[in-house]
Nanobody, 121 residues
Framework: QVQVVESGGGLVQAGGSLRLSCAAS????????MAWYRQAPGKQRVLVAT???????NYADSVKDRFTISRDNAKKTVYLQMDSLKPEDTAVYYC???????????????WGQGTQVTVSS
């Protein structure tokens, strides 16, 4: 069993910053890609940023140069530093981790419960 728990959301004024954290725990042999998604009210969930096990990162155009994804493999944790926040960044942010639970098993995606980020104008 694998658990994924996000933290760090909240209310911030436009131009401010927040740092999200996402920790994975349980039966984990290795973690491949880790990612952040977000879902605004009435909209589909979209990819925000990804980071591979080799620390290669990729960002949605809407957050490039404002958000930074990073990971701590020893802590099985991924972070999302969000700077210069805009009202349109308001959404529930979800963490996704690609986990291998054993030497001979395939990978599986696990999702956190989400954390609300609200940016006021």
């Amino acid at each position: 069993q694998v658990q994924v728990v996000e933290s760090g959301g909240g209310l911030v004024q436009a131009g401010g910053s927040l740092r999200l954290s996402c920790a994975a725990s349980g039966t984990i042999f290795s973690i491949n890609d880790m990612a952040w998604y977000r879902q605004a009210p009435g909209k589909q969930r979209v990819l925000v940023a990804t980071i591979t096990s080799g620390d290669v990162t990729n960002y949605a155009d809407s957050v490039k140069d404002r958000f930074t994804i990073s990971r701590d493999n020893a802590k099985k944790t991924v972070y999302l530093q969000m700077d210069s926040l805009k009202p349109e960044d308001t959404a529930v942010y979800y963490c996704n981790v690609e986990v291998r639970t054993g030497w001979s098993t395939g990978t599986r995606d696990y999702w956190g419960q989400g954390t609300q980020v609200t940016v006021s104008s």
